[in-house]
């Protein structure tokens, strides 16, 4: 497994725009699926985007257009730029590691988790 750091979050107007970073130890950091995920209170965690080992991406839909997931193989980093925000994407955000994980949307596949970073959009 891999050990996992975000930074990035914080307080924001709507429309303006959040970079998470997420610092990743441990080995074969290339083999390893890069996902978000976020949870608003009194709501379930839900897949907001992911770059695989392959770097194939995927978005939830709500985020097309507005949110870019990259990474950084040299530097065992993935970053989600987040442009436009709008207050439903008040939540705290999570990074996951997933090795070799084909199905980015899928929770259960990714074994390693960060703390968290909290993201608040004000309207």
């Known amino acids: 497994q891999v050990q996992l750091v975000e930074s990035g979050g914080g307080l924001v107007q709507a429309g303006g725009s959040l970079r998470l970073s997420c610092a990743v130890s441990?080995?074969?950091?290339?083999?390893?699926?890069m996902g978000w995920f976020r949870q608003a209170p009194g709501k379930e965690r839900e897949f907001v985007a992911a770059i695989g080992w392959t770097f194939g991406t995927n978005y939830l839909d709500s985020v097309k257009g507005r949110f870019t997931i990259s990474r950084d193989n040299a530097k065992n980093t993935v970053t989600l730029q987040m442009n436009i925000l709008k207050f439903e994407d008040t939540a705290n955000y999570y990074c996951?590691?997933?090795?070799?994980?084909?199905?980015?949307?899928?929770?259960?596949?990714?074994?390693?988790w960060g703390q968290g970073t909290q993201v608040t959009v004000s309207s």
């Open positions: 996951a590691a997933g090795w070799r994980v084909n199905t980015l949307t899928d929770q259960g596949k990714y074994a390693s």
């Open positions: 441990g080995r074969s950091f290339s083999d390893y699926t």
